[in-house]
């Protein structure tokens, strides 16, 4: 009697495409708005409320990576130490995070082997390999940045602003790539004096200027805390140009000092309506590689100053 048992087959066909391109749409959309958020930098890092926060707010700005080039160059003995984990050992106890999968495997088989059944298969607890490690102390070497701004009665709203958006962006980013660097701010008209960050960002004068004080002040400081042997030093100036015509030259000998002991200075003035800088007409004739200068007139060209100041190149932040 023949039998009415017969196989069935199906034979299918799915297009998979279909089931990543909701996936493509939306790495699609991602590259677009990082697109559009590059564009529109230079006036994003510049919003007042970013730039005028007490510091201490989350502030969440999708901005466009920088290149993280070194710029602390190895000094002669002073170091900072910084913690650093090496995994350098395989325990047979540990956390199912470390599990070492190749040594755990090289395990199985070694056992398997043994057992005269060769081959990876039946993984046991006695198997499992971890890894563990310890925390080792790694030294780096120290820098410290002096900033430093004119404060004086001259500094109008649009000049304190570009400063402090300078400033305050260049914080931020050497803390977020550096964690052992110090930063001094020093407020100056007439007179001048260390502050606190707060105050840096949040307190006018009233007055005159005298730039010299700044700087000699960052001699002091450099003086009693910073040994030129043990530590980069990178002083920072703004300013709007104005200053006390005889105090010119006393600011371009103090910069001379200030770069013997430095690896570089950066002078960055706000002038909005290009108008006459005592201070620049002095600065243009520093021929020295170390001395950087740039000149800001309007909000968009700070994101350009910190390029400037940050580019790697010699005699600079390298």
Not at 22 to 32: A, W
Not at 118 to 142: A, C, F, M, N, Q
Request: net charge neutral; glycine share 6%.
């Amino acid at each position: 009697m023949p039998s009415d048992d017969h196989s069935l087959f199906v034979v299918s066909k799915e297009d998979w495409s279909l089931h990543r391109k909701g996936y493509q749409d939306q790495v699609r959309h991602q590259e677009k708005v990082k697109e559009i958020i590059k564009q529109n930098l230079p006036d994003l890092i510049t919003e007042e409320n970013i730039v005028m926060s007490d510091g201490k707010q989350i502030i969440k700005v999708p901005i466009r990576s920088l290149d993280e080039y070194r710029f602390i160059k190895p000094k002669e003995q002073q170091e900072v130490e910084t913690e650093s984990i090496t995994f350098n050992d395989i325990r047979k106890k540990g956390m199912q995070s470390n599990i070492d999968k190749k040594r755990t495997i090289l395990e199985n088989l070694r056992r398997n082997a043994t057992s005269g059944k060769p081959g990876i298969h039946h993984i046991s607890p006695d198997d499992l390999r971890y890894k563990t490690w310890e925390d080792v102390v790694v030294p780096h070497s120290s820098a410290v940045i002096i900033a430093m701004m004119d404060t004086s009665g001259s500094m109008g709203t649009f000049e304190k602003y570009c400063a402090r958006s300078f400033f305050f962006w260049m914080t931020r980013f050497l803390r977020r790539q550096y964690e052992k660097v110090d930063i001094v701010f020093v407020a100056h008209h007439t007179e001048a004096k260390e502050v606190t960050e707060e105050d840096f960002f949040t307190r006018g004068e009233s007055g005159g200027t005298i730039c010299s004080s700044a700087y000699q002040k960052a001699l002091e400081i450099i003086d009693r805390r910073y040994p030129p042997a043990k530590y980069n030093i990178y002083p920072f100036h703004f300013s709007d140009g104005d200053n006390l015509t005889s105090d010119n030259e006393r600011c371009v000998r103090l910069i001379g000092e200030l770069l013997k002991v430095s690896n570089m200075f950066g002078y960055g003035e706000v002038n909005q309506y290009n108008r006459s800088s005592t201070l620049m007409s002095a600065y243009r004739n520093i021929k020295l590689d170390q001395f950087m200068y740039y000149v800001i007139k309007e909000k968009g060209e700070v994101y350009q100053a910190l390029r400037t100041f940050f580019k790697k190149q010699e005699g600079a932040l390298t």
